[in-house]
């Protein structure tokens, strides 16, 4: 019995990270894409993290927006293959979403803002 909730254990822990580093990467992706110079990827013991050089306007919002997109579209394409990896996905995704200080949501809005000052967004 316990052999196996280890090995339940260290799988689920490396499915957590898998989804963090796929959140990560659509952030690297979508800098890259924009030519946004990316100056760090690294693994921290909160967890992973990627750098960059902060841009404004609609590249801004996308990149903070790109992690989350990642993590929700995973969810989908793993949905009827692995319920538990599609979950975390969308757990992740959606929870960054929220505009809670520090998070790819409260960042994005702040791109938003500074967008349209006049509005109340």
């Not at 996905?89 to 998070?103: A, D, E, F, K, M």
Request: charged letters at 10%; hydrophobic letters at 55%; one cysteine or more.
């Amino acid at each position: 019995m316990f052999p196996h909730l280890l090995f339940t254990l260290i799988l689920d822990c490396a499915l957590v990270l898998l989804c963090l580093v796929a959140h990560e990467l659509g952030h690297f992706l979508v800098a890259r894409f924009y030519r946004v110079p990316v100056k760090k990827l690294g693994f921290h013991w909160m967890g992973v993290y990627v750098q960059r050089v902060r841009t404004r306007g609609w590249p801004e919002v996308s990149i903070c927006l790109a992690g989350a997109a990642m993590n929700l579209m995973l969810a989908v394409a793993f949905w009827d293959v692995n319920h538990w990896f599609a979950l975390c996905n969308l757990t992740i995704g959606w929870v960054n979403l929220l505009p809670i200080t520090h998070s790819d949501g409260s960042h994005a809005l702040d791109a938003l803002r500074a967008m349209y000052p006049r509005a109340s967004i």
